[in-house]
């Protein structure tokens, strides 16, 4: 338990907030949304780590948690300078019209 809370309410919070961000995912035409999920399904994971490091009453998952919004922050970063670059070329950032860019 932690704070009183048991670590099964921890892991059905994680679930399904890792549900919602793999459905956008696969669901969603925008990439800004795309991104926002990708991000949802991140901060899921940090939650289990977070909760099992506080359970385990070690901070090593604490710290990784610490490194992996760091990697995230840089890849959003470059992620939206992609897609602000797409955007002034195409005038669009819809992934269906994105993917004719290949041909």
Known sequence: MINGISINYYL???????????V????????????????????AVNLLLVAFSTLHNDA???????????VAAA????GLAILSMIYRNVKTIDTDILSNLKN
């Open 12 to 22: 059905l919070l994680s679930a399904v907030l890792f549900i919602i961000g793999a």
């Open 24 to 43: 956008g995912v696969m669901a969603r035409r925008n990439s800004i949304i795309i991104f926002m999920c990708i991000e949802l399904m991140l901060n």
């Open 60 to 70: 090593s998952g604490q710290v990784f948690v610490f490194f992996i919004m760091a």
């Open 75 to 78: 890849e959003v970063a470059v």
